[in-house]
Antibody, heavy 123, light 112 residues
Framework: EVQLVESGGGLIQPGGSLRLSCTAS????????MSWVRQAPGKGLEWVSV???????FYADFVRGRFTISRDNSKNTLFLQLNSLRAEDTAVYYC?????????????????WGQGTMVTVSA | QSALTQPASVSGSPGQSITISCTGT?????????VSWYQQHPDKAPKLMIY???NRPSGVSNRFSGSKSGNTASLTISGLQAEDEADYYC????????????FGTGTKVTVL
């Protein structure tokens, strides 16, 4: 079964750090574009970061310098290191395959979503 | 990079058709045929409904269709059903000189 399972969320104080993990099954993380997308409580979806299959990484303007996306190919796992956390970073963080994937042809979209992991930044 | 603009809410009766708009700029929606649409039920992860403006992934009902004209993309749901009640989000590539990818503000679809 193709799926993504996140872990690592929790309650953290402002200024603190957290590392989110996302383990994939049914496909290879390193062969795909993989992203993190977040959703603050009651709010919309917000793209956070992407790592391409060639290991290039890109970030939304609001997180650059504070968050780091990476992967462990041997564990088929994606990570997001969150540093200098702020109250406004409180959100469900989704691990997602995309924004490009191959399924009989190349397709531009986020097609596989994890269940999400909640990060709460509060004193 | 600003979020793409969607109406906050759209409603319709069972069997009717509704259309959700997604307005961006020539730097995102208008510049690339990389618009996608997602359905999200409460407390659930989003689900891909449309990719590359107008294509449906396997398993998505043909009641869902997508299109684009200029800087505005649209999602049409025909034969509206109770299970279509959900939040819908569009997304687009926004170019490598910006935040790369942007989502819409989201639309709550209510089946009356």
């Amino acid at each position: 079964e193709v799926q993504l399972v996140e872990s690592g969320g929790g309650l953290i104080q402002p200024g603190g750090s957290l590392r989110l993990s996302c383990t994939a099954s049914g496909f290879t993380v390193s062969s795909n574009y993989m992203s993190w997308v977040r959703q603050a409580p009651g709010k919309g979806l917000e793209w956070v970061s992407v790592i391409y299959s060639d290991s290039s990484t890109f970030y939304a303007d609001f997180v650059r310098g504070r968050f780091t996306i990476s992967r462990d190919n041997s564990k088929n796992t994606l990570f997001l290191q969150l540093n200098s956390l702020r109250a406004e970073d409180t959100a469900v963080y989704y691990c997602v395959r995309g924004p490009y994937y191959y399924d009989s042809s190349g397709r531009h979209a986020f097609d596989i979503w994890g269940q999400g992991t909640m990060v709460t930044v509060s004193a | 990079q600003s979020a793409l603009t969607q109406p906050a809410s759209v409603s319709g009766s069972p069997g009717q058709s509704i259309t959700i708009s997604c307005t961006g700029t020539s730097s995102d929606v208008g510049g690339y045929n990389y618009v996608s649409w997602y359905q999200q039920h409460p407390d659930k992860a989003p689900k891909l409904m449309i990719y590359d403006v107008s294509n449906r992934p396997s398993g998505v009902s043909n009641r869902f269709s997508g299109s684009k004209s200029g800087n505005t993309a649209s999602l049409t749901i025909s034969g509206l059903q109770a299970e279509d009640e959900a939040d819908y989000y569009c997304s687009s590539y926004a170019g490598s000189s910006t935040s790369h990818y942007v989502f819409g503000t989201g639309t709550k679809v209510t089946v009356l």
